[in-house]
């Protein structure tokens, strides 16, 4: 099981993208997927989570501005992005916390994602 990251990219503030991960292989379930983001010389943070149920989790820096959303017979987790600003410049990873296989029952965790990057211009 793998997640493959995309539609990373350069836009100018104020602009608008969206990120799409998709979980694959043989998957039976997905716990929790999410987004993070790293900028050199500093720690990896959280960006968004979302719930196998759907709810969601923010982080303040990007609330009312991003949107998470999960497709789960895809095994997709989105995120969408708008009024970006330059400070969301950063790798973008997706996540997995727990996942069971779906062949072979056994779980899976702390999946990530190849990541991939978000360019904002001033």
């Known amino acids: 099981v793998q997640l493959q990251a995309s539609g990373g990219g350069l836009v100018q503030a104020g602009g608008s993208l969206r990120l799409s991960c998709a979980a694959e292989?043989?998957?039976?379930?997905?716990?929790?997927m999410g987004w993070y983001r790293q900028v050199p010389g500093k720690q990896r943070e959280l960006v968004a989570t979302v719930t196998s149920d759907g709810y969601t989790n923010y982080a303040d820096s990007v609330k009312g501005r991003f949107t998470i959303a999960r497709d789960n017979a895809q095994s997709t987790v989105y995120l969408q992005m708008n009024s970006l600003k330059p400070e969301d410049t950063a790798v973008y990873y997706c996540?997995?916390?727990?996942?069971?296989?779906?062949?072979?029952?056994?779980?899976?965790?702390?999946?990530w994602g190849q990541g991939t990057q978000v360019t904002v211009s001033s």
């Open positions: 996540n997995v916390d727990r996942l069971r296989h779906g062949m072979k029952g056994f779980y899976m965790y702390d999946i």
């Open positions: 292989g043989y998957i039976f379930s997905i716990d929790n």
